[in-house]
């Protein structure tokens, strides 16, 4: 079954299918939700737990929605700000242990993981490091293939800007990473 679009879910909320029209804004939605999520705090559960608190705010707000923005776009933007909060509450002397914990972890055995999976998770952790709006930035337009406009409008944040922070975090992320695993 293909996902619904914005404007069926809209319409089917606006026409009282409440519970109907969200279950299909969850499940058009709810991969790229938990995705900005995940690369934004690149912690799995905190990722599950902030796509669960979007999804609570949009469903507690969507009479609110007035179609200024795409539907998605307006998701996204709270997903981004769920993200940042969750970020802001985080210590940051809990930052660097949760970092050094990934570092001290030990490798699974080739077995259990491919190589593919070894460079995501190297790309992921790359990413995870740099500063938030361009982490938010690199993961809305390389992860989820977001228009510079697009990203300015979920960021709330000028055009120019917007490129800035993808120069950046893409200078940043040739750096960490070695030629040869790009």
């Given amino acids: 079954m293909a996902a619904a679009s914005d404007a069926e879910i809209l319409t089917l909320y606006r026409g009282g299918q409440v519970e109907a029209a969200f279950r299909l804004l969850v499940a058009a939605h709810g991969e790229k939700v938990y995705n900005i999520a995940l690369f934004t705090l690149n912690d799995e559960n905190l990722a599950a737990d902030a796509s669960q608190e979007v999804f ?16 998605s776009t307006w998701l996204y933007r709270i997903a981004k700000n769920v993200c940042f909060d969750l970020l ?6 809990r930052l660097e242990e949760d970092q050094e914990r990934q570092l001290a ?12 999976d070894w460079e995501h998770r190297r790309l992921r952790d790359a990413v995870a490091a740099l500063p938030e709006v361009q982490r938010m930035a690199v993961n809305l ?3 989820q293939q977001y228009s510079y406009e697009e990203i300015a409008e979920v ?4 055009l120019g ?4 922070h993808l120069h950046r975090g893409k200078s940043a992320l040739a750096a960490a990473l070695p030629e040869r695993e790009k």
Avoid at 155 to 158: A, C, G, L, N, T
């Fill in 56 to 71: 609570i705010k949009v469903y507690r707000n969507l009479s609110r929605f007035k179609g200024d923005a795409s539907l």
């Fill in 105 to 116: 972890s030990p490798a699974p055995g080739p077995e259990a993981e491919t190589i593919q």
């Fill in 161 to 164: 800007t917007i490129k800035s």
């Fill in 88 to 93: 802001k509450k985080r210590h940051p002397e």
């Fill in 155 to 158: 960021m709330d944040q000028p």
């Fill in 141 to 143: 337009y390389y992860f």
